[in-house]
């Protein structure tokens, strides 16, 4: 008996205007936005090669180890085609110092050909799905049990000798079945679009992922069939479902996501912890300042200069005739919480009246060196803390009051499925830091800091090849799949509750 | 034509929709202004700071050749006092124009340039991405939204449940009759609308750190003209589906589809479509460009050089020559480079104007001084001033009979301390007028948009079989 229920539905659904308008509609939007994504991808990975491209080069006119530090890219991902989170958003490139260690705050932006192009929103594929699919299952769902009453057959199925339930199961299964249709069908078609552009190259991972975010939409479409249903459940004329249906809509999906962060003011206890955690990183490095001082003071080359006057010839960026450069100051940004210390000299050619000082220069960074390292290691302790309670602790709130709605939860279980999210980005400085320490480990192997190329190529050049190189690889499917579990699992449980009231309130209505 | 309005308007006033957007709209106007007398004090406080500093430092100078060298402060975009009618944006537009000074020679210094630097303050952002709720939300998204979902059924509700038909035979013209449920949507939407921002703006108004001048009010009289226009034309949209379509549920879908299309997709999918097909320069192509004229200046300078050695004269001329020629050179270049960008937001923003609502987003970031038109305006402020402030050295330098009068070089230049409060100040400005005719072309096709929608409404609405 259930599946002439379900046949009869699924007819009734298949031969309507609004699912040919479903299907048009989903196509369209998906596959000119797949485009628009493909295409901004690709300009985005070419970025990224360039980018490797410069930092390889800029490496190799370094002579010196102290010249400058490193540059590190991140790769884009190929799935914030679906969810691009916050991949396109935060800083690309990260700059690696041994007296410093970096997090995503500290990341710049590179290769942006117009940054102004940002004024126009990315429409990612779970944006078109987020809004258009909900209201799909609006339009699907408002008259299911309200048509039917209205029109009296309602009545006619029940004198059969049907349980409620199934009816509501069949109603159900087809529906669902016929909104899959435009969902699979676009998905099918970007995924086609995505395997013909040849700058992308996708692993049984990503697919994996791309499974996941699937998922994901269905239990989605889901909940916005079932909160209809619901609707058309209580209401007695399709009319007012409707009304009902579309201003729930317009609440959940436009409204509540953007008025509650605007409606919640930021924390303002953040200012004064800022200039606190700030002096406290002040207090480490004027510490190791004293220290600096004092082993220069006691040094048998009179005065304070950190480079011992050394001049010689060498490269000085964009300058005529330069003679190579030295550099010795405290870095400050109190609104990113950065104050470190940075000192080190290009000089290819020595002059004859500099070499005595070479000894005093190679005893002064054997010394200042390994400081700085824990130095700098030292004030990452404070300010990981206070980063963590003055940035990261704001947007989980955020995060949280998004899931208050349905969008907010998919939102998130799809970003973390494509990696996007806060983690996936995370990951990626976590990589960052390791590969600082590889770096520091490298160095001390080498005794790069009691060496005269520590800070003049007098004797040669550093041999940069054999550096470690850096290599990210995003996360495992299954620690994706970890991160999207409770969302998922929340909204299946929204679900399974829907269900739920709808059938009581379904089995005690009258007809 | 009366009665059938008054009619229509008593049927929305018990509706249930009526009752729910009167809340929505009541509901978004109230965050609206909470969150602006939050945060434009703060906004304010940031730019006066700011200002206060860069002007401390210019005045700081007194030699001529600091001025001349080191140039004005950084320019600062002045916030808008009417910052919670459009947010334009403008978290992805730079907050101002910086001072960029390049070091030529290890003696030679190069002068100051206009620096035009990308916004960064969303790239340390890790909060979630949201829509702003200013009133071009409210009025973009929300308002039309709320007109269709209050004519969808005006009038193939009315011919389903077929008092159509006996309205008709009153011998009433038909065109009486899509007039008077015209007016009577429009009405009964128009007066929650028009409450909710009367007590949005007293709420804002109540508030002593927001200002808001005669000019200010003009501008929001002019916006509030604004919505309603783009109300009449979401009202006559939904009549002419309505009268269309046989049933009123179609009716709503295709509407609603309609909607979703030109409002939430069309203006982000179109713009960067056809953003697409042009390409400026890229930062790299920038920087290679950038290169090649240092090298190209510099080998032309050593050359000549090495002919004036023995002429301190001469020399401390070339040094003048090379270093304003440097300066003039890289600011053509980065404006190039600067207009070429602005170019390709300009094709993507006038390719979208097939969609009212970002027409409406437009003029409402325009007669609120944000966004897009408002940041090319401030450019252009800034190279007006940067123009000015050269001619201040250029005659400053005159002035002295002493001086050499070769820009660009300390030796060349008068060497009379200069009264720190006759240097130029930058003053950041908007006109109402100008502002108005960048914007009445839009204003014009919103129009036409209107009136086309309605005469399609009334051609369909008399030809109709009911």
Redesign the interface.
């Known amino acids: 008996m259930i599946t002439t229920l379900i046949r009869r539905e699924l007819l009734d659904n298949l031969m309507t205007?609004?699912f040919a308008?479903a299907v048009f509609?989903m196509l369209?939007?998906v596959v000119?936005?797949s485009?628009?994504l493909i295409?901004?991808y690709e300009r985005r990975l070419a970025a990224y090669n360039?980018a490797l491209k410069t930092e390889h080069q800029q490496l190799r006119e370094r002579k010196t180890y102290s010249a400058g530090g490193l540059d590190v890219a991140r790769p884009p991902n190929p799935l914030s085609i679906f969810n691009v989170g916050?991949d396109k958003?935060?800083?690309n490139e990260i700059w690696i110092s041994h007296g410093f260690v970096p997090t995503?705050?500290d990341?710049?932006?590179q290769?942006?050909?117009?940054?102004?192009?940002?004024?126009?929103?990315?429409?990612d594929i779970v944006f078109?799905f987020e809004?258009?699919l909900s209201?799909m299952a609006l339009?699907f769902a408002y008259?299911a049990i309200a048509g039917e009453r209205e029109r009296g057959t309602l009545r006619l199925v029940l004198t059969h000798p049907i349980r409620r339930g199934h009816i509501l199961l069949a109603k159900y299964i087809s529906a669902m079945t016929c909104l899959l249709v435009p969902l699979l069908v676009s998905l099918l078609l970007a995924a086609i679009l995505l395997t013909t552009s040849t700058a992308i190259s996708l692993s049984i991972g990503d697919f994996l992922r791309i499974g996941g975010i699937i998922l994901s939409s269905i239990v989605y479409l889901s909940v916005f069939y079932l909160i209809g249903m619901l609707i058309s459940a209580v209401t007695r004329r399709?009319?007012?479902a409707?009304?009902?249906a579309?201003?729930v809509w317009?609440?959940w999906v436009?409204?509540y996501?953007?008025?509650i962060?605007?409606?919640i003011?930021p924390p303002q206890t953040s200012q004064a912890r800022m200039v606190s955690t700030y002096d406290q990183i002040k207090q480490i490095w004027d510490e190791f300042d004293r220290e600096r001082k004092h082993f220069l003071a006691n040094d048998a080359v009179p005065g304070e200069d950190p480079h011992f006057g050394m001049v010689g010839e060498g490269s000085h960026f964009?300058?005529?005739?330069?003679?190579g450069f030295n550099y010795a100051y405290f870095y400050r940004n109190p609104s990113?919480l950065e104050y470190f210390y940075l000192a080190g000299s290009n000089i290819g050619k020595l002059t004859e009246e500099s070499k005595p000082r070479v000894p005093h220069a190679q005893n002064y960074y054997h010394f200042l060196v390994p400081q700085t390292i824990n130095t700098a290691e030292r004030a990452w302790l404070v300010r990981k803390q206070a980063l963590e309670t003055i940035?990261?602790q704001?947007?989980i709130i955020?995060?949280i009051l998004?899931r208050c709605s349905p969008v907010g939860m998919y939102?998130a279980a799809t970003q973390a499925w494509a990696g996007t999210d806060?983690h996936g980005?995370r990951d990626f400085f976590q990589v960052v830091r390791k590969y600082r320490r590889t770096l520091i480990d490298y160095y001390y192997d080498k005794k790069a800091f009691g060496s005269q190329q520590w800070f003049s190529a007098d004797k040669g050049a550093v041999d940069w090849d054999s550096l470690p190189q850096f290599s990210f690889q995003r996360s495992d499917v299954r620690i994706n799949a970890a991160r999207a579990l409770p969302d998922l699992l929340l909204l299946i449980m929204i679900n399974l509750f829907l269900f739920m009231i709808i059938f009581l309130v379904f089995q005690r209505s009258e007809v | 034509m009366w009665h059938i309005a008054k009619r229509e308007i008593y049927d929305n006033l018990n509706s249930l929709r009526f009752a729910l957007a009167t809340v929505l709209l009541f509901g978004l106007m109230l965050t609206n202004a909470v969150v602006h007398l939050r945060e434009h004090p703060m906004r304010m406080q940031k730019y006066h700071d700011a200002v206060t500093e860069s002007l401390n430092r210019s005045r700081s100078r007194t030699h001529l050749y600091d001025i001349a060298q080191r140039g004005p402060g950084l320019l600062y975009k002045k916030p808008s006092s009417l910052h919670f009618c459009a947010d334009g944006g403008d978290i992805f537009l730079p907050d101002a124009v910086h001072i960029l000074i390049r070091r030529i020679t290890d003696g030679l210094m190069g002068f100051w340039q206009l620096d035009y630097r990308p916004a960064t303050h969303n790239s340390k952002n890790i909060r979630p991405d949201t829509i702003k709720v200013d009133w071009g939300f409210v009025i973009g998204y929300v308002l039309s939204l709320i007109a269709i979902l209050f004519t969808f059924d005006s009038i193939s509700g009315e011919r389903e449940h077929g008092t159509l038909r006996l309205m008709l035979a009153n011998s009433i013209p038909r065109h009486t009759v899509l007039i008077g449920k015209f007016l009577g949507a429009l009405v009964s939407i128009s007066v929650p609308f028009t409450l909710a921002v009367l007590m949005n703006l007293l709420v804002i108004s109540t508030s002593s750190d927001v200002q808001l001048g005669t000019e200010a009010w003009n501008r929001l009289g002019i916006i509030f003209f604004i919505a309603m226009l783009y109300l009449c034309l979401f009202l006559a949209l939904g009549l002419l589906v309505s009268s269309r379509v046989q049933q009123s549920a179609a009716s709503l879908v295709i509407l609603l589809l309609t909607w979703v299309i030109f409002v939430v997709f069309m203006p982000s999918t179109l713009a960067s479509i056809a953003s697409g097909f042009s390409t400026p320069m890229t930062y790299d192509e920038f920087r290679e460009r950038r290169t090649r004229l240092y090298i190209q200046l510099s080998d032309e300078y050593v050359t000549r050089l090495q002919d004036a050695r023995e002429h301190p004269a001469k020399r401390i001329a070339l040094g003048g020559e090379y270093v304003t020629k440097d300066a003039a050179a890289r600011e053509r270049l980065s404006q190039e480079f600067l207009d070429q960008q602005h170019a390709q937001i300009q094709l993507g923003r006038s390719v979208t104007r097939i969609s009212p609502v970002a027409i409406v987003q437009y003029l409402l970031e325009v007669f609120a001084g944000t966004g897009f038109e408002r940041h090319q305006q401030f450019v252009e402020n800034a190279q007006r001033y940067a123009r000015e402030y050269r001619e201040f050295v250029t005659d400053m330098d005159r002035a002295d009979p002493e001086s050499l009068h070769i820009i660009g070089i300390p030796e060349g230049m008068s060497k009379k301390p200069i009264n720190s409060e006759s240097i130029p100040t930058f003053e950041d400005t908007l006109s109402l007028s100008r502002d108005f005719n960048t914007a009445i072309i839009d204003l014009l096709l919103l129009a036409l948009f209107f009136v086309v929608l309605l005469s399609g409404a009334y051609m369909v609405f008399v030809r109709v079989e009911i």
């Open positions: 205007f609004r308008a509609i369209l939007l000119a936005n485009a628009v295409k901004d360039t916050l958003r935060l800083g995503l705050w990341a710049r932006m290769g942006t050909t117009n940054p102004l192009l940002n004024l126009f929103s990315a429409i078109i809004v258009v209201l339009i008259d399709t009319g007012t409707l009304m009902l579309m201003f317009g609440f436009l409204v996501p953007n008025v962060l605007a409606a003011a964009g300058i005529i005739g330069g003679s990113r940035f990261v704001p947007a955020d995060r998004l939102d806060l980005l």
